[in-house]
Nanobody, 122 residues
Framework: VQLQASGGGLVQAGGSLRLSCAAS????????MGWFRQAPGKERAFAAV????????YYADSVKGRFTISRDSAKNTVYLQMNSLKPEDTAVYYC????????????????WGQGTQVTVSS
């Protein structure tokens, strides 16, 4: 199983980025997909999750209204559209695949991507 995250970069506060995560080696439609982030010196934190069907999404309060998670089953890819970025959004962003009930805890996810760096300057 491989989850390949991309799309990170350096952006000014108020700007936007779209992250992508391409999945291979698993039946994509069987997994809900999540995005987590880890800032320097902090624990990995939940950002967003989308159900296997795409019919349900859930966001951390810190990103609600600014970030949008979506998935394209034809491309086995999950996206995270990030708008109105703030310096506190600076982190390495990871995508993850999990099964069963949608959960926000990292321990409930089976597979992880390698991470992509997002840096927001003030």
């Amino acid at each position: 199983v491989q989850l390949q995250a991309s799309g990170g970069g350096l952006v000014q506060a108020g700007g936007s980025l779209r992250l992508s995560c391409a999945a291979s080696g698993l039946t994509f439609s069987n997994y809900h997909m999540g995005w987590f982030r880890q800032a320097p010196g902090k624990e990995r934190a939940f950002a967003a999750v989308i159900s296997w069907s795409g019919g349900a999404t859930y966001y951390a309060d810190s990103v609600k209204g600014r970030f949008t998670i979506s998935r394209d089953s034809a491309k086995n890819t999950v996206y995270l559209q990030m708008n109105s970025l703030k310096p506190e959004d600076t982190a390495v962003y990871y995508c993850a695949a999990g099964r069963g009930v949608l959960r926000t805890g990292p321990a409930y996810y089976d597979y992880w991507g390698q991470g992509t760096q997002v840096t927001v300057s003030s």
